[in-house]
C-alpha cells in the first residue's frame, strides 16, 4: 500500500485550498483502490472542501474535526487542512458514517454499517479505522461501547483503530466526515482487506499516582454514582475536587482517573479515563470511557517528560513490530491525547518535533490530538490482544 499525506494551512478560501491540496498530489501513483483520510480545524466548511475534492478524486474520503494535527512532512499543524491518501491495487477500502448515535440505537446503527462495509469488501476485512464524538450528555455513547459494537459486528478478532474528533478545547463543535455527510454525534468507519498486515502500539503517559484511591461499587458503562461508601460527588468533595461544575471535561483533561477494566477471559487491560460531567440530580460522574463496577479508581499526573518519552517509545515498539513481517510498511496514523499537549505546556510542538525526527525514511504520518483514542493493547495476563478505548495514551497504526 502507498500514501501521500497532503496540507494547506487556507481554510478560508476553499477553492485555494482545494488547488493546493491537488498540487501536492501531482506525481502520486493513485492505484485502482483508495481512501482519504482528512483531519481539519473545527471552522472549516467541510461539506464545501469535500464537493470540491469530489470533482477530481472518487474515493471515500472518512475524517473528523481535529484541535491540532501531527504529519510526517510538516510537523505540528495548529490549524488547516490535513489529508492522507493511502492506494493499492491489493487493497480494498470500504467507508460509511451513522447518523447521531445515542444510547438506545448505537449497537443497531454501528452493527448495520459494519455488516453493510463487510458485504461490499473484496475479501475480508482485516482493519477498521473509526473516529466519532466525545461524550458530553449523558445520551452520549462512551468509547469502551463504540470500540465494544464494532468488535462484536465483526464477530472475529480484527483490530479497531482511531480516535474521537476534538475541536478548540470548546467541546461543542467535534464533527467526523464521510464523503460530503458531516455528523455530530456520530461514528465514522472505514474497513480494510486485502495485502495488510497491521501492526499498532498503545503507550501510556500516565506514570505517577496520587493519594486517591476508591473501589467502584456502582456504575453503568461510563457513569459512576458510588465510591466506596459514598457517591461519587462525595468522594470527590473529600478529596477537594471542584464538583460545582456541570461540564468538567475542561477542568480534568489534565487529571486521569486510572481503573482496571476486566475482560471477559478473566484478564485485565489497565485504562486512563477522563471525566466529562457531572451530574447534581443523582450525584455522579460522567467519562469518555467505561467505569466497570468492582474496579480500582485512582488519580494520575502527566508531565512534559513522560509525554516526549511515550512518543520515541511507542516508534520504537512500531519499529520492533515492523520489523517482525516480511512486509513492506509505508504508512503510519497516530493518536494522542488532547491533553498530552496541554501537559507540553509553552513547548506545544515537541510531541510533533519527536515524531517528525521519529520517522522512518519514506513514510507518510497523519496524526491529531484526540479526545480519546482506539487502540488494540494487550492484557495484564495473557498473551493475546484486545480491542480497547484509552485516554492520556500515543497510539500509533503502521500499514
Partial sequence: ????????????????????????????????????????????????????????????????????????????????????IMSADDCSFAAGVTGIINQDNYREELAKL??????????????AVTYGCPVMEETHVSGDD????????????????GGLASDGFNFTRSRVFFNGKEVKNGQVLALVSGNIRPKYVCVNSVKNLANFSYEVTKSDSNQVFRLGDSTFLEAMNKAGFTTDKTDVMGDYILTPFVTSIPKEDGDHVEAARVLSFLNHNNDSGVFLGSMPEGSLLRIGFINRDDVQESVRQAFEDIRQEMDKEDYEYHTLLCSTCAARFLALASNTRAEAEACKSSLPEGFSLLGLYAYGEFCPVKGEKKERDYNMFHNFTFAILAL
Avoid at 115 to 126: I, P, Q
Fill in 1 to 84: 500500500m502507498d500514501s501521500v499525506t497532503l496540507y494547506t494551512d487556507e481554510i478560508d478560501d476553499l477553492e485555494d485550498a482545494a488547488k493546493e491540496l491537488f498540487s501536492q498530489a501531482e506525481g502520486f501513483d493513485f492505484k485502482e483502490h483508495s481512501l482519504g483520510i482528512l483531519m481539519v480545524e473545527d471552522e472549516t466548511d467541510y461539506t464545501g472542501l469535500y464537493g470540491l475534492l469530489s470533482e477530481r478524486w472518487k474515493f471515500p474520503i472518512i475524517g473528523c474535526t481535529a484541535m491540532a494535527m501531527l504529519l510526517g512532512t510538516e510537523g505540528y499543524c495548529g490549524s488547516g487542512i490535513s489529508l492522507l
Fill in 114 to 127: 459494519y455488516r453493510s462495509l463487510s458485504d461490499s469488501l473484496e475479501g475480508g476485512e482485516k482493519l
Fill in 146 to 161: 463504540v470500540d465494544r459494537a464494532i468488535s462484536d459486528a465483526a464477530g472475529k478478532d480484527i483490530p479497531v483503530f
